[in-house]
C-alpha cells in the first residue's frame, strides 16, 4: 500500500494530450446487485451494517483523498448490473495497486456466510483531472 498526504494540495494540471505525472483522478462505481434485493429483511440489515465500515477511513487506509461522493438510491432502485450506478466515490488515488486495493474491499469484507462481492460490484475508472470545468 502507498501512502500519501490526503490534505496536500492536488499536482498542477498537464498540458492537454500530456501523461499526468500526479495522483490517479479515479472514480469508484459501486452498484448493489439482485442478490441483495433477493437477501430477507436481516440479511439485507447485515450488509448494510458492513458496507460503512468497510469503506471508512479511506485515506488512512489507502493514502488516498476523497473529493466526493455521490448516491443515486432515491432515483435508482433495484439492482446495477452496470452505468448507471447506485453510487460513486471520486478520489485521487497514489496508484494503481491502491486502486485495486480499494475495489478489493468488496472481495475481501465479510458478510454473513460470504463476501460483500455478493451483494455489491465495484468498478474503477481512472484518469486524470479534467482541464477545465474548475470550481
Not at 477511513?57 to 432502485?77: A, K, P, W
Not at 497514489?94 to 460470504?114: F, H, K, N, Y
Not at 463476501?115 to 484518469?127: C, K, M
Amino acid at each position: 500500500m502507498t501512502t500519501t498526504d490526503p490534505t496536500a494540495p492536488p499536482a498542477p494540471l498537464p498540458a492537454a494530450g500530456q501523461p499526468s505525472t500526479g495522483p490517479l483522478r479515479t472514480l469508484f462505481c459501486i452498484g448493489v446487485t439482485q442478490d441483495f434485493f433477493a437477501a430477507d429483511d436481516a440479511l439485507r440489515a447485515t450488509v448494510n451494517a458492513a458496507i460503512p465500515p468497510a469503506f471508512d477511513r479511506l485515506g488512512e487506509r489507502f493514502g488516498l483523498r476523497v473529493l466526493g461522493t455521490l448516491d443515486d438510491d432515491q432515483l435508482m432502485v433495484g439492482a446495477a448490473t452496470a452505468w448507471p450506478w447506485t453510487s460513486y466515490i471520486l478520489a485521487d488515488v497514489p496508484d494503481l495497486e491502491t486502486a485495486s486495493e480499494v475495489c478489493g474491499i468488496v472481495r475481501d469484507t465479510p458478510v454473513g456466510d460470504g463476501r460483500l462481492w455478493r451483494y455489491l460490484r465495484i468498478e474503477a475508472r481512472v484518469g486524470r483531472p479534467l482541464f477545465f470545468g474548475t470550481a
